[in-house]
T-cell receptor, first 114, second 116 residues
Framework: GNSVTQMEGPVTLSEEAFLTINCTYTATGYPSLFWYVQYPGEGLQLLLKATKADDKGSNKGFEATYRKETTSFHLEKGSVQVSDSAVYFCALRPREDSSYKLIFGSGTRLLVRP | DTGVSQDPRHKITKRGQNVTFRCDPISEHNRLYWYRQTLGQGPEFLTYFQNEAQLEKSRLLSDRFSAERPKGSFSTLEIQRTEQGDSAMYLC??????????????FGPGTRLTVL
């Protein structure tokens, strides 16, 4: 079946530190991959996406590369800010599923300290 | 129209009561999704509509749950005879389904249900 595994949080970093949040997936075929972010009291927002192997999604300084050989889509940012504190969800969308429903990981909470 | 809205944002009810949530999608979006998110977990798919047709229901959606989208615009999710295990955040998302790229889902802020 299809599933997403994320590193457990919370991840606590100092401002300007380098961030990596690991995400691996299991899927039949080649899914599209996403990172969503959830700020306190708000809905999920799409952060970035990649639709095929070796694609790199990027937005707001965050990046993730679709690695088919390792079935991974790790989220990285070179220098985090306090405002990046949120919960980050990795998700996949099976290519063969016409519903386009998303399958999410359990989320990783990031806390950035000044 | 600035995004997906959900009402109410919070609902506290007693076990055994019925509750109904509403979702208003982005106006031109033809697809509407419901997800459930329990504490410390990611959202899990419940059901989705294309226009007014409910096309898929998850096994998570027991017969106490019913969802409608009567005119292909807003949707309601009703839970009958609530149980404590129904306590969760109920998320609604909408998208414009089309061939090729896109189909991005936009999420509402969610309705947090607490069953006492």
């Amino acid at each position: 079946g299809n599933s997403v595994t994320q590193m457990e949080g919370p991840v606590t970093l100092s401002e300007e530190a380098f961030l990596t949040i690991n995400c691996t997936y299991t899927a039949t075929g080649y899914p599209s991959l996403f990172w969503y972010v959830q700020y306190p009291g708000e809905g999920l927002q799409l952060l970035l996406k990649a639709t095929k192997a070796d694609d790199k999604g990027s937005n707001k300084g965050f990046e993730a590369t679709y690695r088919k050989e390792t079935t991974s889509f790790h989220l990285e940012k070179g220098s985090v800010q306090v405002s990046d504190s949120a919960v980050y969800f990795c998700a996949l969308r099976p290519r063969e599923d016409s519903s386009y429903k998303l399958i999410f990981g359990s989320g990783t909470r990031l806390l950035v300290r000044p | 129209d600035t995004g997906v809205s959900q009402d109410p944002r919070h609902k506290i009810t007693k076990r055994g009561q019925n509750v109904t949530f509403r979702c208003d999608p982005i106006s031109e979006h033809n697809r509407l999704y419901w997800y459930r998110q329990t504490l410390g977990q990611g959202p899990e798919f419940l059901t989705y509509f294309q226009n007014e047709a409910q096309l898929e229901k998850s096994r998570l959606l027991s017969d106490r749950f019913s969802a409608e989208r009567p005119k292909g615009s807003f949707s309601t999710l009703e839970i009958q005879r609530t149980e404590q295990g129904d306590s969760a955040m109920y998320l609604c998302a909408s998208s414009l389904a089309r061939q090729g790229a896109g189909n991005e889902q936009f999420f509402g802020p969610g309705t947090r249900l607490t069953v006492l």
